[in-house]
């Protein structure tokens, strides 16, 4: 069997997961993020793999019965009567996650890519993995939130476990608590939950406090890395590289998993924080490099957040498969060499749809030199800084 170094995932019908016109979770950054990766020349469209839409018994391994029939229900294109009530219930009702028609398959689908994704890793056939579509970490067993109906890493996570007997670290990098996956997994010690998000008390979802480490014998297989707003790139990857590698060191997985939420950047309207397009460029290299002395090289990358769908999302998602497949252009935009442009053909062919092309970045990097400086910031790294010494210690 010839093994790939990297396969990308992507289901077209993950781009139906569209809740309405307005929220802010927007499937386009999808089409432009692979758009990118296309007219930079560092993915063909024959290289994209279509996986296997998620059966109802695999979604069942994670997420309750009643639960998954009622977003069948309620994915209906005329719900069942009592369709408010079944939606209150099952955290489907609020403008945050509201139920939709065609729900179930538009998930279903991303729970297939997630799940393709890590048994193409774990069973030889590539090295590593990237499913874009993927990485909704809010979900629970028996109820949706944040965006976020069917919980893929985690079903990719139970067949891994379940079938392979593995010990799989899952990172999340997203500015919002990975609460979903590490609940599933909170009392197990053979997953290993890594979040580092801006911290509980200003942002949803008000949980990954440095003290929610594990329950019975999942005890220390959860660390939380919780950091204050405003925090900016030199603090953000200070705290991400010295905890990470702490607990890799300490746990010595068999695979990881890691979720690329990129709402931590200061252009994103949904958090506090103020970081820009580096941290994306670099965070990939280091889960990399843990892969590779710790996993044999074996990786899976999920998408996850982010909500400035223009400036960004395709920039930062691009970052992650040039990671996995070790493309010249990560080299080529290091924060010391010169600004390398995006290629034009795609700023024409987005600018229209981000409203012009104003809207659009220039260049992979951001150019950080005239954005104002946090006036807390000695403060703001101080305070980060004590915090992963909490968590080492612990």
Same mark, same amino acid.
């Given at each position: 069997?010839?093994?790939?170094?990297?396969?990308?995932?992507?289901?077209?019908?993950?781009?139906?997961?569209?809740? &309405?016109?307005?929220?802010?979770?927007? /499937?386009?950054?999808?089409?432009?993020?692979?758009?990118?990766?296309?007219?930079?020349? !560092?993915?063909? %469209?024959?290289?994209?793999? $279509?996986?296997?839409?998620?059966?109802?018994?695999?979604?069942?391994?994670?997420?309750?019965?009643?639960?998954?029939?009622? $977003?069948?229900?309620?994915?209906?294109?005329?719900?069942?009567?009592?369709?408010? +009530?079944?939606?209150?219930?099952?955290?489907?009702?609020?403008?945050?996650?509201?139920?939709?028609?065609?729900?179930?398959?538009?998930?279903?689908?991303?729970?297939?890519?997630?799940?393709? +994704?890590?048994?193409?890793?774990?069973?030889?056939? @590539?090295?590593?993995?990237? &499913?874009?579509?993927?990485?909704?970490?809010?979900?629970?067993? &028996?109820?949706? @939130?944040?965006?976020?109906?069917?919980?893929?890493?985690?079903?990719?996570?139970?067949?891994?476990?379940?079938?392979?007997?593995?010990?799989?670290?899952?990172?999340?990098?997203?500015?919002?608590?990975?609460?979903?996956?590490?609940?599933?997994?909170?009392?197990?010690?053979? $997953?290993?939950?890594?979040?580092?998000?801006?911290?509980?008390?200003?942002?949803?979802?008000?949980?990954?406090?440095?003290?929610?480490?594990?329950?019975?014998?999942?005890?220390? !297989?959860?660390?939380?890395?919780?950091?204050? /707003?405003?925090?900016?790139?030199?603090?953000?990857?200070?705290?991400?590289?010295?905890?990470?590698?702490?607990?890799?060191?300490?746990? %010595? /997985?068999?695979?990881?998993?890691?979720?690329?939420?990129?709402?931590?950047?200061?252009?994103?309207?949904?958090?506090?924080? &103020?970081?820009?397009?580096?941290?994306?460029?670099?965070?990939?290299?280091?889960?990399?490099?843990?892969?590779?002395?710790?996993?044999?090289?074996?990786?899976?990358?999920?998408?996850?957040?982010?909500?400035?769908?223009?400036?960004?999302?395709?920039?930062?998602?691009?970052? $992650?498969?040039?990671?996995?497949?070790?493309? /010249?252009?990560? @080299?080529?935009?290091?924060?010391?060499?010169?600004?390398?442009?995006?290629? +034009?053909?795609?700023?024409?062919?987005?600018?229209?749809?981000?409203?012009?092309?104003?809207?659009?970045?220039?260049?992979?990097?951001?150019?950080?030199?005239?954005?104002?400086?946090?006036?807390?910031?000695?403060?703001?790294?101080?305070?980060?800084?004590?915090?992963?010494?909490?968590?080492?210690?612990?």
């Amino acid at each position: 069997m010839t093994t790939a170094n990297a396969v990308f995932i992507h289901h077209p019908g993950s781009e139906l997961y569209k809740f &309405h016109e307005h929220h802010p979770f927007n /499937p386009i950054r999808l089409q432009s993020s692979i758009d990118l990766l296309i007219r930079c020349g !560092a993915l063909n %469209k024959d290289q994209i793999v $279509v996986p296997t839409i998620a059966d109802e018994q695999t979604i069942m391994t994670v997420h309750r019965e009643d639960y998954v029939r009622t $977003v069948r229900q309620l994915s209906e294109a005329k719900p069942v009567a009592d369709a408010a +009530a079944l939606a209150d219930a099952f955290g489907l009702s609020d403008d945050d996650t509201p139920y939709f028609q065609g729900m179930h398959d538009a998930t279903a689908a991303i729970v297939g890519g997630s799940v393709y +994704a890590a048994e193409t890793v774990m069973s030889g056939q @590539a090295t590593r993995a990237f &499913h874009m579509a993927g990485g909704l970490h809010h979900a629970f067993p &028996h109820r949706g @939130a944040g965006f976020c109906i069917y919980n893929d890493a985690a079903v990719a996570i139970r067949r891994i476990q379940r079938k392979y007997g593995a010990r799989i670290m899952y990172i999340d990098t997203d500015v919002h608590h990975g609460d979903g996956v590490q609940w599933v997994f909170y009392d197990d010690d053979s $997953v290993f939950t890594y979040s580092i998000h801006e911290t509980g008390k200003f942002l949803f979802p008000g949980t990954g406090f440095v003290h929610e480490r594990g329950v019975d014998a999942g005890v220390g !297989a959860c660390m939380n890395v919780p950091l204050e /707003p405003y925090t900016e790139d030199d603090s953000w990857l200070h705290s991400f590289r010295t905890t990470v590698e702490a607990a890799a060191r300490m746990f %010595k /997985p068999d695979l990881i998993v890691s979720q690329h939420g990129c709402d931590a950047h200061a252009l994103d309207p949904l958090s506090h924080m &103020h970081c820009s397009m580096r941290i994306y460029r670099e965070m990939p290299l280091i889960i990399r490099d843990l892969a590779d002395r710790y996993t044999e090289g074996r990786w899976v990358a999920l998408g996850g957040g982010g909500y400035d769908i223009w400036r960004v999302v395709p920039r930062a998602w691009s970052y $992650v498969w040039l990671a996995l497949t070790n493309n /010249p252009i990560v @080299a080529q935009t290091a924060p010391e060499a010169a600004p390398v442009p995006l290629p +034009a053909d795609w700023t024409a062919a987005w600018s229209n749809a981000a409203g012009g092309v104003d809207e659009l970045p220039v260049h992979w990097l951001d150019s950080t030199d005239e954005w104002t400086p946090m006036p807390r910031r000695s403060a703001i790294r101080e305070t980060n800084e004590q915090t992963c010494s909490r968590v080492l210690h612990q």
